[in-house]
């Protein structure tokens, strides 16, 4: 069955630090989302992107964030200048044209110290 | 603002009683609602979207139902086992807002055996 994969699964960055953490979508999905985690609350809305664009973004995702679709399969979430509060389990999500329902990868777990 | 919200957050039953797992949700312009599964340490795994044009939803011992006029989304889990020991989460789309998924806090669910 297809499903969504994320690499690293954790990644321990020091503050200030670049990370780019990396999805691949499942194969013929057209819509990509970022959320995160942060431990012991909800899960929030980062960024949605269609069509090599954002669809919409959340007030999280200010000028340090950015998202990058590099080639046909692979989809980014960078991070320049990591901050501690940056810490938190991000998950790629992606969906298809015919449903709305949103499959989630596995997570990739951002320490920042 | 939209507002989605699980109560209770933790729940504990012995093995083979059903399970009711709560979702409000403020927003009546919903399009459809998601409800999740998540280990500890783990992503999402999607176990039932149903649709604001439903009532029901059903897949082997899970039910989901919604009800838009009290804002509220219901899942059973028929004869619980410990394997069902998860954290459950629900979310809701709002079409106009972008297709983002809005989570709520989760219920934390253990099956004794």
């Known amino acids: 069955e297809p499903e969504v994969t994320q690499t690293p699964s954790h990644q321990v960055t020091q503050m200030g630090q670049e990370v780019i953490l990396r999805c691949v979508p499942i194969?013929?999905?057209?819509?990509f989302y970022w959320y995160r985690q942060i431990l012991g609350q909800k899960v929030e809305f980062l960024v949605s992107?269609?069509?090599?664009?954002?669809?919409?973004k959340s007030e999280i995702f200010d000028d340090q964030f950015s998202v990058e679709r590099p080639d046909g399969s692979n989809f980014t979430l960078k991070i320049r200048s990591t901050k501690l509060e940056d810490s938190a389990m991000y998950f790629c999500?992606?969906?298809?044209?015919?449903?709305?329902?949103?499959?989630f990868g596995p997570g990739t777990r951002l320490t920042v110290t | 603002k939209q507002e989605v919200t699980q109560i209770p957050a933790a729940l504990s039953v012995p093995e083979g009683e059903n399970l009711v797992l709560n979702c409000s949700f403020t927003?009546?312009?919903?399009?459809?609602l998601q409800w999740f599964r998540q280990d500890p340490g783990k992503g999402l795994t999607s176990l039932l979207l149903?649709?604001?044009?439903?009532r029901e939803q059903t897949s082997g011992r899970l039910n989901a139902s919604l009800d838009k006029s009290s804002g509220r989304s219901t899942l059973y889990i028929a004869a619980s086992q410990p394997g069902d020991s998860a954290t459950y989460l629900c979310?809701?789309?709002?079409?106009?807002?972008?297709?983002?998924?809005?989570f709520g806090g989760g219920t934390r669910v253990l099956v004794k055996p």
């Open positions: 999500a992606s969906k298809g044209t015919s449903s709305y329902e949103q499959y």
């Open positions: 194969s013929n999905h057209l819509y």
């Open positions: 992107f269609y069509n090599n664009e954002i669809s919409e």
């Open positions: 927003d009546s312009a919903i399009y459809n």
């Open positions: 149903i649709q604001s044009s439903q």
């Open positions: 979310a809701e789309l709002i079409k106009a807002a972008g297709n983002k998924l809005t």
